[in-house]
Nanobody, 127 residues
Framework: QVQLVESGGGLVQAGGSLRLSCAVS?????VGWFRQAPGKEREFVAA????????YYVDSAKGRFTISRDTAKNTVYLQMSSLKPEDTAVYYC???????????????????????WGQGTQVTVSS
């Protein structure tokens, strides 16, 4: 059974940094981060392909966020820097049990590509 547990959220001032962690138990392939701000739909942030060699980012995260993984710990990280108040959201980790050898950005960014979801961790960026 696959379980995803996020941690690392918190309150940070604009311009600051946070590192989110997603501990994955069970066999998965692609792992992604999504976020949902108050009153808004959940949106894609970043993802690793199933092979682990490809990464994908939403435009607003490029240059500020970095997704990485520690295979020994089976943990995926989202390092966030230069945070802005508009980054305030609940951040969710998601995982896919289907191996997609040529994962496209469309597949990586689509919520329906993922079968398992964590409970979320709150990130609040103050101005």
């Amino acid at each position: 059974q696959v379980q995803l547990v996020e941690s690392g959220g918190g309150l940070v001032q604009a311009g600051g940094s946070l590192r989110l962690s997603c501990a994955v138990s069970g066999r998965t392939f692609a792992v992604g981060w999504f976020r949902q701000a108050p009153g808004k739909e959940r949106e894609f942030v970043a993802a690793f392909s199933g092979s682990g060699y490809m990464t994908y980012y939403v435009d607003s995260a490029k240059g500020r966020f970095t997704i990485s993984r520690d295979t020994a710990k089976n943990t995926v990280y989202l390092q966030m820097s230069s945070l802005k108040p508009e980054d305030t959201a609940v951040y969710y980790c998601a995982a896919d049990h289907v191996y997609r050898p040529r994962m496209t950005y469309g597949e990586a960014s689509r919520q329906s590509s993922y079968d398992y979801w964590g409970q979320g961790t709150q990130v609040t960026v103050s101005s």
